[in-house]
């Protein structure tokens, strides 16, 4: 697996290049075929993850794997193999070549046996069948650049894998609302050939699934509030187009369905410029990388010095995202408590770093709304506007991080007075400031180590809260280490996360960043090391075809998602039935191992203390609540 990245560009591999006449050699040797009977492979779960500082001890020659899963649910397995040859790997049937003498090793996946037999090619399946995706998982460069570690799932169909190392193959597996619980298996075949001549078998493998009731919702209907904030300028930077051209509304469109499969339920508005400061990129010159939001609102000031407010490029970014089903919450991001930095902010007599851009009809020029008065029609015509759409009652106005009570107090107190009804969200990692606000905000989302802090204080705000149908839900950022997201992060931790929100009691997850990428995502995915870890800052890579590129972390949060639903199925069953609810506390006692006060100072704890990391126990604790729910149609 150790594909080095040479490009920004997603499927540009290592390969040592030669000279012509060392080329010329080698096509012209007359070379002896090998006959290979067999290739080095083995079946495993979906925790394996490369890391080239701690290389994992597989069990080599794993041919068959088991995975449980529900109708209308993803599950995913690998296969990893190891030739000991460079070979030109590739997934599906097409005869392809490498451009020496390389043999080709071909992945194939066959025709779905189920319970009514075997299952139709994949052109006209009906819609209950399986879906099954293989990608290769590429590796990238974590952190100071030495450890190589698998995260992407690459959209190419070949890449060349050297002897003698390890090269994952994610397979993805998904089965409709509509599947017929039972037994369903999937054979895979290697294939070896060189050049023309025909392939021989070199290994075959089998995946079952069992496939459960119940069904699971669609993503758009999932109860659990994600909450992965978008960057549609680091969208438009990351693909090289113009900001808000139709090449950048295509790819809008695109990050926004990525988003939808995992269940997101927020759009993020941002409603002026850089109202992250940038990141304060200016501080990190070691690796430059632009990272400013700018106001998807345009502002102009006509020749009669009037201002005036275009607000349809914040209709059609809503609108797409609502016609995908992302349509709970509108998130504004940039008119309250936005953060400094050493260039400051232009609005003069206000306390708050809003930065506003308008375009000057009389000069041509781009200048900045100075007065606090211009703000304040500024925001009185994007509350008015989002109010004409009906879209007010989704609407949270996010403070990000506040620290300075008194300061934070005159911020709200401005907007309030301009829309007293205006709904806020603010992601903390203080408890202080819930109780010092807690009727003014209406969703709160506490960091991890801030709920275990005052575990009282967290208990009686959440009540609080939910009780009066706001939301409370939770987040990780940079800190602390586990569990998170990173490139380095044992994948078992995404799916935790959905397993602590349940525990917990919470709403659901808030993440920063979806595509916040530093300039060269794909060679040098760390920026502001080690206070920020790779994979800190973006889920998804930007596709050379304009796709987002999916890893190992989309996939595992969206089983942890899975695995929220399931119990949130269970708990509405445990209402009438008590031994739903005694699996449901079995369940949970197998993957927590400590109380909420115990999630603090995590950084200094070995994680084993916390949560289980055993994939077993994961798939345990599913199965405990599932033989509650419904009886097993195992045959």
């Known amino acids: 697996m150790l594909i080095h990245w040479k490009s920004r560009s997603a499927g540009r591999h290592s390969m040592t290049w030669t000279t012509p006449s060392w080329t010329t050699k080698m096509w012209r040797r007359k070379r002896s075929r090998r006959s290979v009977t067999s290739i080095p492979f083995t079946l495993t779960d979906y925790t394996y993850k490369y890391r080239s500082d701690a290389p994992v001890a597989l069990t080599w020659g794993t041919t068959s794997s088991t995975i449980n899963a529900l109708r209308n649910e993803t599950v995913a397995c690998q296969l990893v193999i190891q030739p000991d040859e460079t070979v030109l790997a590739v997934l599906g049937r097409s005869p392809l070549l490498h451009w020496t003498p390389t043999p080709r090793l071909r992945i194939a996946l066959g025709r779905w046996e189920g319970p009514q037999g075997r299952l139709t090619a994949d052109v006209g399946q009906p819609a209950g069948d399986p879906l099954a995706e293989a990608f290769f998982v590429g590796t990238v460069p974590a952190d100071t650049g030495s450890t190589i570690v698998a995260d992407p799932l690459l959209h190419e169909e070949c890449i060349e894998v050297n002897a003698g190392c390890p090269q994952a193959i994610w397979l993805s597996i998904r089965f409709a609302a509509d599947a017929i619980p039972g037994r369903y298996t999937l054979p895979i075949t290697l294939y070896r050939g060189e050049d023309f001549a025909d392939e021989e078998i070199v290994g075959q493998a089998q995946v079952t699934v069992n496939l459960h009731d119940p069904a699971l919702p669609d993503p758009r209907h999932f109860t659990y509030h994600l909450d992965l904030w978008q960057h549609p300028t680091g969208i438009a930077r990351g693909h090289g187009v113009p900001l808000w051209s139709e090449a950048h509304w295509q790819l809008i469109d695109l990050y926004a369905q990525e988003l939808a499969r995992l ?373």
Request: proline letters at 6%; one cysteine or more; a neutral charge.
């Open 263 to 635: 269940g997101q339920k927020a759009i993020t508005i941002i409603a002026s410029d850089s109202p992250w400061a940038g990141q304060r990129c200016r501080r990190n010159p070691d690796y430059p990388s632009a990272l400013h939001e700018y106001n998807i609102v345009h502002i102009a000031r006509g020749r009669d010095g009037r201002l005036r407010f275009d607000f349809s490029r914040l209709d059609r970014y809503v609108e797409t995202y609502m016609r995908l089903g992302i349509d709970r919450e509108i998130g504004v991001i940039g008119v309250l408590a936005a953060w400094d930095d050493e260039f400051g902010h232009p609005l003069l007599d206000h306390p708050d770093n809003i930065r506003l851009a308008c375009h000057d009809d009389s000069s041509g020029r781009i200048t900045r709304l100075r007065k606090q008065d211009e703000f304040r029609q500024y925001l009185a015509a994007l509350c008015g506007h989002l109010q004409q759409r009906g879209w007010w009652s989704i609407t949270r106005f996010l403070a990000d991080e506040p620290s300075d009570a008194n300061l934070f107090r005159r911020r709200l107190d401005f907007l309030k007075a301009i829309a007293p009804d205006a709904r806020i969200k603010v992601p903390v990692n203080r408890v202080d400031m819930i109780e010092s606000f807690l009727d003014d905000v209406n969703d709160w989302i506490p960091q991890l180590e801030g709920i275990g802090t005052d575990v009282a204080a967290f208990r009686r705000a959440r009540a609080r809260v939910q009780e009066r149908g706001d939301r409370f839900c939770w987040y990780v950022c940079c800190h602390p280490a586990r569990p998170n997201n990173f490139m380095t992060s044992p994948s078992i931790e995404a799916r935790f996360q959905g397993w602590y929100t349940a525990w917990a009691g919470l709403d659901g997850f808030l993440r920063w960043a979806f595509t916040c990428w530093p300039a060269d995502p794909w060679h040098r995915p760390a920026w502001r090391f080690p206070a920020w870890q790779s994979g800190d800052m973006f889920f998804v890579y930007p596709g050379r075809d304009g796709r987002p590129v999916r890893s190992l972390r989309t996939e595992t949060l969206l089983m942890g998602i899975q695995d929220f639903e399931l119990i949130a199925l269970a708990r509405r069953q445990a209402q009438s039935d008590p031994a739903v609810q005694k699996a449901l506390e079995a369940a949970f006692a197998r993957v927590v191992r400590a109380g909420l006060a115990d999630f603090t100072n995590v950084n200094n704890k070995r994680p084993e203390s916390l949560y289980s990391l055993d994939p077993a126990d994961y798939d345990a604790a599913r199965q405990t609540i599932i033989s509650c729910l419904v009886p097993s149609p195992m045959l």
